[in-house]
């Protein structure tokens, strides 16, 4: 069964106060994480969270003056452990427990630590992301274009999984 913990915004609070924004802070130039897991607390943690890009020398010095959860940088709690990436910290570290979400985070894992077998659809995330960094010379253009993939990529796990397309169209009689 699919679970969107109720206590998430509780859970939130533990690292941002009441009434603000989440703020989030982590290397400029986004790739794959960069983007899922902004894409993941914009969608199931916190729709109005506040991401900013910045050189990787600079994130942890800018994470204290912006008052800014770093991640995706090493030592930091949202970030790589053993096989496991920053998206799969944020599922864990906020208890969401969703299938689609599940298969998601296969991808993305696949795509975001080189190991590409994990899933068939891991080399087509690489590819599409950077093609992303080609595209857009700003990383919060990068990220918005980037939440559309996101969002078709649960679509897809969530509803179109069994669905395929191929040649020739079956054509109604």
């Not at 794959?32 to 969608?43: E, F, G, K, N």
């Not at 998206?87 to 991808?107: K, N, P």
């Not at 894992?109 to 068939?120: F, H, I, K, Q, V």
Request: with cysteine.
């Amino acid at each position: 069964m699919d679970v969107i913990p109720p206590n998430i915004h509780t859970k939130l609070r533990t690292f941002f106060p009441e009434g603000s924004p989440s703020r989030w802070i982590t290397r400029e130039r986004p790739k794959i994480d960069r983007i899922a897991c902004p894409w993941l607390i914009l969608r199931f943690i916190d729709p109005q969270a506040e991401f900013h890009f910045v050189p990787p020398k600079r994130v942890l010095a800018e994470a204290q003056s912006r008052k800014a959860e770093p991640f995706d940088i090493p030592d930091v709690r949202f970030s790589h452990h053993n096989e496991r990436c920053s998206f799969d910290a944020f599922i864990d570290e906020f208890g969401l427990r969703d299938s689609a979400l599940d298969v998601v985070a296969l991808i993305v894992r696949g795509a975001d630590t080189a190991n590409l077998s994990l899933a068939p659809e891991a080399p087509g995330l690489l590819a599409m992301s950077l093609g992303l960094s080609q595209l857009y010379p700003s990383d919060h253009e990068m990220l918005r274009a980037g939440l559309t993939i996101y969002d078709a990529l649960y679509a897809w796990a969530r509803h179109a999984r069994s669905e395929g397309h191929g040649w020739p169209p079956v054509m109604p009689q």
